[in-house]
């Protein structure tokens, strides 16, 4: 006798009707608007969470959960800081500019946090941080205030920025791999979507 079939009832994709790929690195324009709109509005949290995702180039999961003490000592933020990707298990280096170190230090004095408390500390829920879909409502609330489609960019445009204008300012596609933590170069091409006619355009500023 015949075993009846199972059906199972299928789940709905979390994309579907949403478009999804690459999203696109801001422009230095885009930057300053949502930058000095952050502080005009004084908010605190979001100009350092801002900043800092610029600088850090982290996934959205990564920057979310730092430390206190992962970027700062006692209130004294560190120039670079070294963090272990979630998705690799890889240690990855970046620095902190100046204006992201003043803006995270306010954050820490105003919030009173301690060396071991997160960093972006959820409102809501003790001892845990901001959710990644906290997070993604915060920045296409900032994509919005410079009129970009939040189909278009999300978080990740913040970790692709800063990237994409070092690879277009140099070239140097090694460098881009070590700040994003790629195991490997094929991987880094692909992320930043270099193509043919970027490496023409490389090579005609060459001249030998």
Not at 31 to 53: G, P, Q, V
Not at 154 to 178: C, D, V
Request: glycine share 4%.
């Amino acid at each position: 006798m015949a075993t009846p079939q199972k059906y199972t009832k299928q789940k709905t994709p979390w994309n579907q009707g949403i478009l999804v790929g690459q999203k696109r690195p801001l422009k230095l324009k885009d930057i300053w608007t949502i930058r000095i709109r952050l502080e005009i509005s004084k908010n605190t949290r979001n100009l350092a969470l801002f900043n800092l995702a610029l600088d850090s180039k982290l996934r959205g999961c990564d920057l979310i959960s730092l430390y206190v003490h992962d970027v700062a000592t006692q209130g004294r933020v560190a120039t670079r800081a070294t963090v272990i990707q979630s998705k690799t298990l890889r240690p990855v280096q970046f620095e902190i500019t100046e204006q992201t170190r003043d803006s995270v230090c306010a954050w820490i004095a105003e919030r009173r946090l301690e060396d071991r408390d997160y960093l972006f500390p959820s409102r809501n829920r003790s001892n845990s941080h901001i959710s990644t879909r906290q997070y993604a409502r915060i920045t296409d609330s900032w994509f919005e205030w410079v009129g970009l489609d939040t189909r278009e960019y999300g978080t990740h445009s913040l970790r692709r920025t800063k990237p994409s204008m070092i690879y277009k300012r140099t070239g140097n596609l090694r460098a881009i791999q070590l700040l994003l933590g790629h195991t490997k170069l094929e991987s880094t091409i692909r992320y930043l979507g270099v193509d043919i006619e970027d490496a023409l355009e490389l090579s005609e500023q060459t001249e030998i």
